[in-house]
């Protein structure tokens, strides 16, 4: 396990902190990443602890985590809420587990975030970026058209799409292992276009730039003849996009965001939608298949009996 550096502050609330991390830890089941976020917002809030004075966990009262908040004020909008989640939680647990007597960040809450989700594609401007993106002579064009139509036809993460293997694409079965989050496996349709272009690269192309390397069984390859990289896929993309020139902002979430989008706009369950993109939550699905005000109305006047007048 890795080392961590001790919390700072008054010993018993650092004692209580590093007890509320090892509950994240060990109960809840946390990631390291996760805890080590945790652990260095307690950090700050410990030392802003110890300049007001407070040197046991009672003495803690509202006021101490109201000026907590205030001195986050300037930061981004997401670290200061994830600062007084810290925080909240903290107290949440202490006050659970009866070392205190009360839950002075009870009434604090973190600020909302304001939801920035990348806006779909019309249809033609994807088809305009997967054929600028294979415009052109040599394997690179047919490997970038492959990995275009992979992206879109699948709704798969850059992650995904880079970790492919050949053995991981049944062509003949039209379909694709993908391996998302925490090595969770998911098997999604490759559609007839992606087939092809799949096909190709791997009969016209990926031999020429494995030549190159010392074997690999990634499907996507650099002109080294190895694993094509997250980096390059994104390079890869918005080459594809200044090519077509195309007015909108295109990253590989705004490729996942639109096939997500088309499929509901083209009537798909959104339990389908949720298996596809491999979400765990029904609701994380509904953040990113929102679809337009104009197509709710559009639906709603065709399939409501009441809606014409």
Same mark, same amino acid.
């Given at each position: 396990m890795a080392s961590h550096t001790p919390l700072p502050g008054p010993e018993p609330i650092a004692r209580l902190g590093e007890q509320f991390l090892a509950h994240l830890a060990v109960e809840r089941s946390l990631s390291h990443n996760t805890v080590s976020s945790y652990r260095r917002d307690l950090a700050k809030?410990?030392?802003?602890? @110890?300049?007001?004075?407070?040197?046991?966990?009672? #003495?803690?009262g509202p006021e101490d985590v109201a000026s907590f908040a205030e001195c986050l004020e300037g930061m981004a909008r997401a670290s200061v809420a994830r600062s007084m989640t810290a925080v909240r939680s903290f107290h949440a647990f202490v006050f659970e587990e009866g070392s205190t007597g009360a839950n002075p960040a009870a009434d604090v809450r973190p600020p909302k975030i304001p939801s920035r989700l990348p806006k779909a594609m019309d249809i033609d401007d994807v088809a305009a970026l997967i054929a600028a993106g294979g415009a052109g002579e040599g394997p690179a064009p047919l490997r970038d058209r492959a990995l275009l139509e992979v992206l879109y036809g699948t709704g798969a993460r850059i992650s995904e799409a880079v970790g492919?293997?050949? #053995?991981? &694409?049944?062509?003949?079965g039209a379909s694709a292992r993908l391996f998302g989050k925490g090595r969770k496996e998911r098997v999604v349709p490759?559609?007839?276009?992606?087939?092809? *272009?799949?096909? *190709?690269?791997? &009969?016209?192309?990926?031999?020429?730039?494995?030549?190159?390397?010392?074997?690999?069984?990634?499907?996507?390859?650099?002109?080294?003849?190895?694993?094509? /990289?997250? @980096?390059?896929?994104?390079?890869?993309?918005?080459?594809?996009?200044?090519?077509?020139?195309? /007015?909108?902002? &295109?990253?590989?979430?705004?490729?996942?965001?639109?096939? *997500?989008?088309?499929?509901? @706009?083209?009537?798909? #369950?959104?339990?389908? &939608? @949720?298996?596809?993109l491999g979400h765990s939550s029904l609701s994380t699905t509904q953040i990113y298949t929102m679809v337009s005000r104009d197509t709710v109305r559009e639906v709603y006047a065709l399939a409501h009996p009441r809606a014409l007048s």
């Amino acid at each position: 396990m890795a080392s961590h550096t001790p919390l700072p502050g008054p010993e018993p609330i650092a004692r209580l902190g590093e007890q509320f991390l090892a509950h994240l830890a060990v109960e809840r089941s946390l990631s390291h990443n996760t805890v080590s976020s945790y652990r260095r917002d307690l950090a700050k809030y410990f030392s802003h602890l @110890q300049a007001r004075g407070n040197a046991l966990i009672g #003495d803690v009262g509202p006021e101490d985590v109201a000026s907590f908040a205030e001195c986050l004020e300037g930061m981004a909008r997401a670290s200061v809420a994830r600062s007084m989640t810290a925080v909240r939680s903290f107290h949440a647990f202490v006050f659970e587990e009866g070392s205190t007597g009360a839950n002075p960040a009870a009434d604090v809450r973190p600020p909302k975030i304001p939801s920035r989700l990348p806006k779909a594609m019309d249809i033609d401007d994807v088809a305009a970026l997967i054929a600028a993106g294979g415009a052109g002579e040599g394997p690179a064009p047919l490997r970038d058209r492959a990995l275009l139509e992979v992206l879109y036809g699948t709704g798969a993460r850059i992650s995904e799409a880079v970790g492919l293997s050949v #053995d991981d &694409v049944d062509l003949a079965g039209a379909s694709a292992r993908l391996f998302g989050k925490g090595r969770k496996e998911r098997v999604v349709p490759l559609g007839g276009y992606a087939v092809e *272009a799949i096909d *190709a690269y791997l &009969v016209r192309a990926r031999p020429s730039l494995a030549s190159s390397g010392l074997g690999t069984p990634s499907l996507f390859l650099n002109t080294r003849g190895r694993p094509l /990289s997250r @980096q390059s896929a994104w390079a890869i993309i918005q080459n594809a996009a200044e090519r077509a020139k195309l /007015s909108v902002h &295109v990253s590989p979430h705004t490729l996942r965001h639109s096939f *997500a989008t088309h499929l509901l @706009q083209g009537g798909a #369950d959104i339990r389908v &939608v @949720q298996e596809l993109l491999g979400h765990s939550s029904l609701s994380t699905t509904q953040i990113y298949t929102m679809v337009s005000r104009d197509t709710v109305r559009e639906v709603y006047a065709l399939a409501h009996p009441r809606a014409l007048s």
